[in-house]
Every structure is written in structure tokens, then in C-alpha cells.
């Protein structure tokens, strides 16, 4: 390795050793967030009751409340364009329908809603969006989509271990899996070569962020960020084609590698009679982005060169990074917020404090009688064991019955010392979920007071909510970037469509015209993006409101209805509907800002297209509107001409 190059992973070393000593107190307490939540004492006997020691765990409840009202389906984009002259609103409807699909083939649902299920646990999630194609070229992909190349890889590491002395005793069966990946690309069960975007849901302890950075939305601007990816030996040798024998084994959860842990895992399976398997082994591989010099390394803990040579990412998008953080919380001046864990687990342990002493103190009270010392032991016998209906005869010798035998006493229970009510108040000041939205109705309480009660929810997370919908618009934004770079108009055509012939009435001719089904520009992308508006549509993604919302849809809809045969009546005539349009588009706003109002108004060009008025003699398109396309045209060559002189 050459010195300078050395010299740069030696303080690439002492930066992240710096950085996980930095964080450690704050990884420590995200993996004591996700103990607190499962709720397992794995010290404990499995059988046993204390193997989940809770009696109620309000804090999975909680989340369990708070998800689907603030993720509960994929949201909605909406792509319209920015430019006022430019004709491309088929480019934009082109990039919305693959950006949204490309987003749903890459199981955006699941991985989002883990990562909200990590903020409200950890503070914040993250996911990494990139683009599959190469292994040998991409970052490192977590969640590859399925294809030969990974076979490829296997076998080569399967190929490794048969050459490697050491694993002479596992030959036979290495042997035996290398024959039966052969056969599966004989068979050719997979894709050959996949490619499209992936997403991947990283661990919050397994980012590392440069530790200068104050404020939780500067981490875009950091120098670095740093992702430890946690592979098997065998397999980071069969990707990189280096020998890794001298990195340090990385063990889960427990913080650093190092030696040590490695030693004692080996004494510990010698110790069990079997050898050690090398190839199972986890190092920590080190992919660090550092923003300065806009280049990606690729290291390992331990080893002493670089695993692939430092390369820049060929198709970014605008932003360097490709981890998008979303927080649960935001505090001034702090890089790390509350979770929802830390705001609640006092007042869960309180709760359940005050719930098993007031079983224990329950417990106290079992029935049972207080006999005189004078009653012979028979009498006492034969009172316990008398049935239910029988008489009991009781030899009292002459003494009042009361005085010789009575129910026994037990200390009394005040339900005020046991009373949760104000821990149940506490909480809903620090979630914001009242007793209808957790399902537990403390008071029965109206159909009236319960949609009060969902107003109430709603407003109180909308914070989150929002932020949600502002980290999805990233993602979105940052996706449709690295798609408008890498797919070809052969790869849109299949999830637009083939172009379309019709047929048309031109000049008092049939004639065959193409329409085209997508349109997919070969600009730069600063071009581009200067001339389109990526957006969430509000709201979209949590649960619908049911019945409610279809009761207000169905009191819009005639106004819609009578608005869009006014528009319609006025674009037969010739004459201006925009006041019209601004009244439809100002209605559906009001109700629901979701609403793309575009999509109720005719369209005018083709309906125009080849009609002439018998009474006017003239054509339905206006000046106007042939000024405006003839401007999108000049436009359009003025930016290609841009492109190709780029």
C-alpha cells in the first residue's frame, strides 16, 4: 500500500475510534430503549413468569397506537411542473408513475414504518437509498434485490474455502453447497442481472456521525458519516477479493470489536467441543462518506489496506448523502432528542408499581376464619371441611358462636393509594394519545366526545406527522434524481407503456396519429429540476378517516360536478373559464388539500383537436393557447440545444 494512502486510513482510524467513543453512552441507552420495549429478561428462566416481568407494557402499546396513525400507507407524490411556459406536463406524468412504482418495488412501506418504529424507540431511524446495478461498483446494499450475482459470489467464497487449509474439515460440505449453487444457475432460478432502486433500513448505533456537527438538521452538512456494516468474513472476502484474516470480529450490541471478545469466543467453543467456523465470523466493515472530498472508503476494523479503492458515487443525487435521519423529537442546540421511551418508561415502571402492590396487597386478603383456642381440633376439621349447603355443627360449650369462631380479618384496600389516574394523565400530556385513541375508555364517553378526542390526537402528532411527510419528500425527491440518471426510455417504456395509435378526424381526414405514452428527456438534471415540483401530497399517509371522509365526499361531489360542466359549457363556447377553474381549485383546497383539482377539468386540446365551430368558422384553439405552445417548443429546443452543447 502506498504511504500516503496508508497515512489516509490511519487517520480515518483514529476519526472513528474518536466518533465511537463519542456516541457510545448514547448507543448504549438505544439498546437499552429496544430491552424496555420487548419487555424479555433473557436471564430469566423461559418458563418462568419473571422471563416477561411486565404486567403492562404501555410503551408498545403506545407505539403500536401511535404508527398507524402517522404511517399507515405509502404516500401519495405528486410531480407538477414549476416552469409556467414549458409544455412537459407528460414528463411529469411520467416520473411520478415511475418514481412511485420504483418506491413501492422497493418496499418503501416496510422499511418506513420500521424506521418511524426506530425514532419512536431510538430518537431517530435512518434509511440509505441507492441504486442497484453492479456489486463490485455499488455502496454496499443491505437489501440487494435477488439475482446470479449474489450465486456468483458464493461460489467464489465456497471456492476460497477450499483452497484454505484450515477449513480441510469442512471441505466435504463446502464441497456439497459449491455443487448445488452450480446447479441452481444452471437451472437459472434467478434474474441474471437486476437492477432498480433498493432501500435499506440502517441501525441508529450503526451510523457513526462526525462528531463537530451540533443540531440535528445540520447532519447533511457534516464532513462525514460513517456506516459500520456487520458482515460474515467469508462473505466481505468473496465481494472484495481480500483476505481478512487479521480483522477484528464483531460482535453485536456489545459495543467495539476487539481481540479480546474474539479470544473469549473461541475459548468458549473449544471449550463446547466444536471448532470455530471461521467464515461465519461478523466483521465490521466501514463504509465512510466523506463529504470534503466528495469520495467513499471502504475499510475494515483491523486490516491494513483499503477494501476497494476510494471511489466517487457516478449517479448522486443533489444532496451527497444517501441516508435520510428522522427524528421523533428535536431539541435546541442537541444533536440527540427525547424518544418516546425515554418520555415514558418512569411513568410505565410507575404504573406497574403501583398495579403489583395492589395485587400483592390483594393477595393479603384471602378468606379464612379466626377460631378459639378452647374448639377441639375436630370441630375446626369438620367446619373446613364442610360443603357447600351443609350444616355445620359446632360444639361451642355454651359460648356465644361469634366468640369462638369469625371470619377473619384483612387489611383494607384504599383505592386512592392504587389510583393510576394521574400516571394516565402524564401520559397523555407526553404522547398525545387520549383514552380513545389507546382503545382503553377510562369514562364511556360519546361518539361525539370520541371524534373530539381524535381531533385532539391528530393535532398533537401532527408534529411528527409532518416531519414523517417532509423525510418522505426527500426520500422522493432524492429518488426520482437518481432514476432520471440511470433508467433508459427502453426500462420507462415498461412501466409506461408501448406509444398508442389512434385515429383522428384531421381536416375532414382519418388520419393515424402515435400518441406518446411517456416522455423521458435526455437534459442535465439541474435543468430539469428547475423546471418540475416534487411534492407529498398532506395527509397522505396516515389511516383514512373512514366514514366521515366519505360522508364529505359525497356533499362535495355535486358542487365538483356542476364546477366542471360549467368549465366544460364555457370551453365549447370560446369563452374564459379561468374563474371557474380558481373556484373549483379554491374548493377542493378547502376540503382537502390532497385533491388535484386538475383532474376534474376537461381537457381542452383534446377535445379541440380537429373541431371547427359551424357557427363561429373558426377553431377552438385560441391565439392564446397557440402562443403558449409555440413558447413550450422554442423552449424545449433552447434547452436541448443547452444539453447537447454540455
Not at 216 to 237: H, L, N, V
Not at 390 to 415: A, S
Not at 599 to 621: H, M, R
Request: charged fraction near 25%; include cysteine.
Amino acid at each position: 500500500m502506498p504511504q500516503n494512502s496508508q497515512a489516509l486510513q490511519q487517520k480515518w482510524t483514529a476519526r472513528i475510534t474518536h466518533a465511537r467513543t463519542h456516541w457510545a453512552t448514547f448507543h448504549k441507552r438505544v439498546r437499552h430503549n429496544r430491552n424496555t420495549v420487548a419487555g424479555f429478561n433473557w436471564n430469566a428462566d423461559p418458563t418462568g413468569k419473571d422471563f416477561y416481568s411486565l404486567r403492562a407494557n404501555l410503551i408498545h402499546g403506545t407505539i403500536s397506537a401511535v404508527l398507524p396513525n402517522v404511517y399507515a400507507r405509502n404516500p401519495e407524490i405528486s410531480i407538477s411542473q414549476a416552469h409556467s411556459v414549458a409544455d412537459i406536463k407528460l414528463f411529469c406524468k411520467t416520473l411520478e408513475k415511475v418514481t412511485n412504482r420504483a418506491l413501492e418495488h422497493a418496499q418503501l412501506k416496510n422499511r418506513a414504518k420500521s424506521t418511524v418504529r426506530a425514532a419512536l424507540t431510538c430518537s431517530f431511524g435512518i434509511l440509505k437509498v441507492m441504486y442497484q446495478r453492479d456489486p463490485s461498483k455499488d455502496s454496499h446494499i443491505q437489501g440487494r434485490i435477488n439475482d446470479a450475482q449474489e450465486n456468483l459470489l458464493a461460489i467464489h467464497d465456497l471456492e476460497n474455502d477450499l483452497n484454505d487449509n484450515n477449513q480441510a474439515h469442512h471441505h466435504d460440505a463446502k464441497r456439497a453447497e459449491l455443487e448445488e449453487l452450480i446447479k441452481s444457475l444452471q437451472e437459472q432460478t434467478e434474474v441474471q442481472s437486476t437492477e432498480g432502486l433498493v432501500i435499506d433500513r440502517v441501525l441508529t448505533e450503526n451510523l457513526l456521525i462526525d462528531p463537530s456537527i451540533c443540531e440535528f438538521w445540520d447532519y447533511t452538512d457534516a464532513d462525514w458519516i460513517c456506516q459500520i456494516i456487520p458482515m460474515k468474513r467469508g462473505q466481505a472476502e468473496a465481494l472484495y477479493k481480500k483476505n481478512l484474516a487479521n480483522a477484528k470480529i464483531y460482535q453485536p450490541g456489545q459495543g467495539e470489536p476487539s481481540h479480546k471478545k474474539a479470544k473469549r469466543l473461541a475459548s468458549m467453543q473449544m471449550n463446547a467441543g466444536s471448532g470455530l467456523v471461521t467464515d461465519d465470523q461478523q466483521i465490521a466493515v466501514l463504509e465512510i462518506w466523506d463529504r470534503a472530498t466528495q469520495r467513499v472508503y471502504t475499510m475494515v476494523e483491523g486490516a491494513t489496506e483499503w477494501l476497494r479503492e476510494p471511489y466517487s458515487p457516478p449517479r448522486a443525487g443533489e444532496r451527497w448523502y444517501p441516508f435520510f435521519l428522522l427524528p421523533y423529537q428535536v431539541v435546541d442546540g442537541q444533536f440527540v432528542g427525547p424518544s418516546l421511551v425515554d418520555l415514558t418508561e418512569r411513568l410505565q415502571d410507575e404504573h406497574n408499581e403501583a398495579r403489583d402492590r395492589f395485587n400483592q396487597h390483594r393477595d393479603l386478603c384471602i378468606p379464612g376464619w379466626v377460631a378459639s383456642a378452647d374448639i377441639n381440633e375436630k370441630t375446626i376439621k369438620k367446619h373446613s371441611d364442610s360443603r357447600f349447603g351443609e350444616i355445620t355443627i359446632v360444639d361451642t360449650e355454651g359460648k356465644p358462636l361469634n366468640q369462638v369462631i369469625i371470619p377473619r380479618g384483612h387489611p383494607k384496600i384504599d383505592p386512592i393509594v392504587y389510583d393510576t389516574s394521574a400516571v394516565r394523565y402524564d401520559w397523555e400530556q407526553v404522547t398525545g394519545l387520549q383514552d380513545a385513541a389507546r382503545s382503553t375508555v377510562v369514562r364511556p364517553k360519546t361518539a361525539t366526545e370520541a371524534n373530539i378526542l381524535q381531533r385532539a390526537l391528530s393535532g398533537r402528532v401532527f408534529e411528527f406527522k409532518d416531519q414523517i411527510e417532509d423525510w418522505l419528500q426527500e426520500i422522493a425527491q432524492y429518488s426520482a434524481q437518481v432514476l432520471l440518471q440511470e433508467l433508459t426510455a427502453e426500462q420507462v417504456e415498461r412501466y409506461m407503456g408501448a406509444p398508442i395509435t389512434r385515429t383522428t378526424m384531421v381536416d375532414g381526414k382519418l388520419t393515424m396519429v402515435k400518441e406518446k405514452t411517456y416522455d423521458w428527456p435526455t437534459l442535465t438534471k439541474d435543468r430539469i429540476f428547475d423546471m418540475v415540483d416534487l411534492r407529498i401530497r398532506a395527509g397522505t399517509t396516515g389511516a383514512p378517516d373512514g366514514i366521515e371522509e366519505k360522508e364529505g365526499w359525497l356533499k362535495v361531489l355535486p358542487m365538483i360536478s356542476n364546477l366542471s360542466t360549467q368549465i366544460q359549457n364555457l370551453q365549447a363556447r370560446g369563452m374564459d373559464y379561468e374563474h371557474i377553474r380558481n373556484l373549483l381549485r379554491e374548493t377542493l383546497l378547502r376540503y382537502d388539500d390532497r385533491i388535484d383539482s386538475n383532474l376534474f377539468i376537461p381537457n381542452v386540446e383534446k377535445q379541440a383537436e380537429g373541431y371547427v365551430d359551424p357557427n363561429l368558422g373558426i377553431n377552438l384553439f385560441s391565439e392564446r393557447r397557440h402562443r403558449q405552445v409555440q413558447e413550450g417548443e422554442l423552449l424545449k429546443e433552447e434547452i436541448g440545444n443547452d444539453a447537447g452543447s454540455r
